[in-house]
């Protein structure tokens, strides 16, 4: 993913920050513990396409 887009991103939800994850192709919001898919490399930013952080992926802010 380009970086300048990335920086552009933000939450749909809480306006906050993104961190990418590369290896799960996907967009980590950790204040609303939410997961944006990237799919054919456009990120899918609505809440209702969204996965729910596990627990101890909550707790793994790298």
Do not use: H
């Not at 809440?47 to 596990?54: H, I």
């Amino acid at each position: 993913m380009d970086k300048k887009l990335l920086a552009m991103l933000s939450c749909p939800v809480c306006k906050g920050d993104l961190k990418l994850n590369e290896p799960r192709t996907e967009l980590i919001c950790y204040q609303d513990a939410m997961a944006f898919p990237i799919r054919e490399g456009i990120p899918v930013m609505l809440a209702g396409e969204a996965r729910t952080l596990s627990t101890d992926e909550r707790l793994d802010k790298r």
